[in-house]
């Protein structure tokens, strides 16, 4: 199972791509308030808050965002959910 955190452009172009090649995306991630509660690829996109309740130990999170400064907020918090970079998240945009 994936979860794509960046519900925007850079994610949803990564999902088209993951989806075509069979991947499993359980919800996209995004701290747009616009965004939560809408669907993505007929996945939810939901609030980094709930982050902890989709993710096991067979869960990748794929960090897809291209704002300035986001790959930083987005790794310190993956990182205090216990997850390691290259393991359980990959920053891929």
Known sequence: PVVVWG???TGRRLARH??????HIVAFIDIDPAKI???RHGRP???ADELLQLVDRDTVVLAAVASRG?????RSRLKAC?????EGFWCVA
């Not at 986001?70 to 987005?74: G, K, V």
């Open 7 to 9: 519900a925007g452009q």
């Open 18 to 23: 993951l989806l075509g090649g069979g991947a």
């Open 37 to 39: 509660g809408r669907s």
């Open 45 to 47: 996109v939901v609030a």
């Open 70 to 74: 986001a790959r930083t907020l987005i």
């Open 82 to 86: 216990g997850l390691v970079e290259g």
